[in-house]
Structure formats: C-alpha cells, structure tokens
C-alpha cells in the first residue's frame, strides 16, 4: 500500500484559464483542467480523493464551483474547474490524497 497527499493551485495566471468570464450565453459552463502530478509513480492507477480549501470569487458574483477528478493514472491525474453564469473565479486551492499500490 502506498499513500500520496499534497496540494495544488490553480489561478488565472495558467495558461488556458478561462473562469474569469463572461458566459451568460447557454448556460455560460467554463472548464479549466489542470494536471497533477506524483513524487512517485504507482504500480496500477490509485483511488484519489480531492478537497477545496480555497478560492477566490469576485465578491459581487455567486460562488458557483465544481472540482473533479479525471484521468487517474500511475503518474497522476487531472483536476477539472468549472464555473457559469457570471460568476468571476480567480484562483482554486486544493488539498488531495492518492491511496494505491
């Protein structure tokens, strides 16, 4: 058994950030996916589990947010932001844990 755990930021100065906004038009979805990495790489894929411990909306918008996993593998795995409307996020922080072999 092997455990992994760290942290990530991601903000709009990445390449691709695209949660400032505008997006009133059908529905205004905005994704950024940002990729994380291990300090060791797993035998086969391991379970990972991700918490926000932060962000930063623009106070006048609502806080519209989801986080989620995609594409786990033995090196990492990627984290996909999304937001809509016009809700304006500048920046996500992020604790995570990988448990495998």
Do not use: K
Request: no cysteine.
């Amino acid at each position: 058994m092997n455990l992994a755990a760290g942290a990530a930021r991601f903000d709009e100065s990445q390449v691709g950030w695209t949660l400032l906004g505008p997006g009133l038009e059908s529905g205004g979805f905005r994704t950024f996916t940002g990729q994380v990495l291990f300090d060791r790489i797993f035998t086969s894929p391991p379970v990972v589990q991700v918490g926000i411990t932060g962000f930063d909306i623009d106070h006048r918008d609502n806080a519209r947010l989801n986080v989620g996993i995609v594409g786990i593998d033995e090196r990492g795995f990627g984290l996909q932001l999304r937001t809509w409307w016009n809700t304006r996020l500048w920046s996500v922080d992020l604790s995570w844990i990988a448990i495998g072999h």
